[in-house]
């Protein structure tokens, strides 16, 4: 089965502290790919970043970094310094390219920033 | 500009009543997804299309039905059998292995 585990259902960080949005997923394709979005509270899913299966380099832009563990099966997301803008829902998803490019999502974290 | 409008953005069903989400997209994007979100249960897919005239089931198609008939426009029905329709649905477009862009969601509610 394929599944996408966010197993933070809510994190509540004071600004300016660094928080880590944990996602796990299972699946047995050898070619896939992960992502991360924001939900702001309009519901507008917003694109963050994408990475395939077969590039396991971590990636920073801005205060945003992510570190992807094919060992762990694992794509972690972490905000440095965090602001009350950054207070979303955020969803880790895996895209099955051998099956049809089925996106399944994980349950999603609430992040909440307060200043 | 280009990418996905959804409409109506609020719609009030009743009992037993089939109602139809639309979802337009003018990206030329092959691919479109329709998914459900319920609080605390994130994003789930009730069908997909990667091509015209064909689609496929996801994870809760039961009580949903879809058509893709033109490549810009992928509607979704919700029919009396879906028993608790009451949910905000999210469309999405993809193009080949890129990212997914969302249009801005319908918020069903049953009367």
């Known amino acids: 089965a394929q599944k996408v585990t966010q197993a933070q259902t809510e994190i509540s960080v004071v600004e300016k502290e660094d928080v880590t949005l944990d996602c796990v997923y299972e699946?047995?394709?050898?070619?896939?790919?992960l992502f991360w979005y924001k939900q702001p509270p309009s519901g507008e899913l917003v694109f963050l970043i994408r990475?395939?299966?077969?590039?396991?380099q971590n990636e920073i832009s801005g205060r945003y970094s992510w570190n992807f563990q094919k060992s762990t099966s694992s794509f972690n997301f972490t905000i440095t310094a965090s602001q009350v803008v950054d207070s979303a829902v955020y969803f880790c998803?895996?895209?099955?390219?051998?099956?049809?490019?089925?996106?399944?999502f994980g349950a999603g974290t609430i992040l909440r920033v307060k200043s | 500009d280009g990418g996905i409008t959804q409409s109506p953005k609020y719609l009030f069903r009743k009992e037993g009543q089939n109602v139809t989400l639309s979802c337009e997209q003018n990206?030329?994007?092959?691919?479109m997804y329709w998914y459900r979100q319920d609080p605390g249960q994130g994003l789930r897919l009730i069908y997909y299309s990667q091509i015209v005239n064909d689609f496929q089931k996801g994870d809760i198609a039961e009580g949903y039905s879809v058509s893709r008939e033109k490549k810009e426009s992928f509607p979704l029905t919700v029919t009396s059998a879906q028993k608790n329709p009451t949910a905000f649905y999210l469309c999405a477009s993809t193009r080949g292995q890129h990212e997914a862009f969302f249009g801005q969601g319908t918020r069903l509610t049953v009367v």
């Open positions: 990475r395939n299966s077969f590039d396991e």
């Open positions: 998803a895996l895209r099955r390219v051998e099956y049809g490019n089925k996106l399944v």
């Open positions: 699946t047995r394709d050898t070619t896939y790919y």
């Open positions: 990206l030329n994007h092959d691919a």
